[in-house]
């Protein structure tokens, strides 16, 4: 539905998740207890840019690969799992509802009692063989080609 004409395989969604250090600093400035990154599980995590700037990013390039946002993370119970030790607990999921639900940042859709967290992606390349070998790295710098208006606009 969101991805129309991707092959999205050994994923429950979609096969990359963009997140930013700064949203994580920013929710960690909520919270008693701070969370690290792992709750959330991005295999994209970049540094330098405004929190939750990261929902707005249209198109990406990394390493001359083509990525697409193509919805908003909504975050399921995972993050509210200490990943040392297995043990669940309300947080960062009660705080993000007051900020991060879909009623705050997507108030003209549905899902108003979802939290977000980062946003799935796709990579233009990965649909024929011209990404074959190429990889991201560590350090690579992110080229941000074009942006959702507003949150409101971002799928999710």
Known sequence: EYAQGYKITFTDCFPFLIASQGSLDALNELLKEPVPINRFRPNILVDGCHPY????????????????????????KVPTINQENGIPGSEPTETMLTFRSGEVIRPSHKNKQKVYFGQNLVCKESVSAKGKGRIVKVGDPVYVLQTYPCSDEVPA
């Not at 700037?53 to 399921?76: H, P, S």
């Open 53 to 76: 700037a990261e929902d707005l990013w249209k198109t990406m390039k990394i390493n001359k690969l083509t990525f697409d946002g193509v919805k908003l993370c909504d975050r399921c």
